[in-house]
């Protein structure tokens, strides 16, 4: 397990992860090179929202064992978890760029369709707050603060209280940064994931 790791940190200073082979990648969870499948996503998210969560304690981090990539983060009442991550988008510009967010947001925008449709409409929640709280080291929830930790700021969308314990769970897609892979993170989590105050 690796406590309080970000995804930036899954780069070197050049923002690069170094392989054992010496060769270079941009990929910051373990799901690097799997092809996006809805069906698979939305099965990750139901296995999610009946899993067990920790009731206590501060988050922790955990990567794959071989590489060290991110695989979930858990902390008091919440997990989060990588569904899906681009290839890297280091040296694409312009059009290139622009179609990956877009092919990233279709991608989100299946599994938004696939929930509405079993839990009824969503609703967005901004991470502006948070990311604002952040950089003023201001506190905020734990879920909120794993979060920002993570670099995941892409807003939420988010259904809650299901009918599984009454758990939410919000899905989105981020960078973190602009060379980064796009990538697709699902949450759940006993408290109500809700705007926080200016």
């Known amino acids: 397990m690796i406590e309080g790791r970000n995804l930036k940190e899954a780069c070197d200073a050049d923002g690069v992860v170094r392989v054992a082979s010496g060769e270079t990648s941009r990929s910051v969870t373990a799901r690097i090179g799997e092809v996006f499948d809805i069906g698979r996503a939305v099965s990750d998210i139901e296995a999610l929202r009946t899993a067990a969560l920790p009731t206590d304690g501060v988050p922790v981090s955990e990567g794959d064992p071989a590489t060290g990539e991110w ?15 681009s290839d890297a988008l280091t040296g694409v510009y312009g059009v290139e760029w622009n179609q990956a967010e877009e092919a990233a947001a279709a991608n989100l925008a299946l599994v938004v369709r696939e929930l509405d449709r079993r839990w009824g409409a969503h609703r967005e929640v ?56 796009m990538i697709m993170t699902a949450v759940v989590s006993q408290l109500p994931i809700v705007e926080l105050p200016d």
């Open 71 to 85: 695989t979930g983060t858990s902390g008091p009442g919440f997990r989060i978890v990588p569904l899906w991550e």
């Open 126 to 181: 901004s991470m502006h707050v948070p990311l604002f709280r952040n950089q003023a080291g201001e506190p905020m929830p734990a879920l909120f603060q794993s979060l920002c930790d993570l670099d995941c700021y892409g807003t939420l969308t988010v259904w809650g209280p299901t009918a599984t314990e009454g758990r939410w769970v919000a899905v989105s897609v981020n960078q973190c940064d602009g060379d980064a892979p």
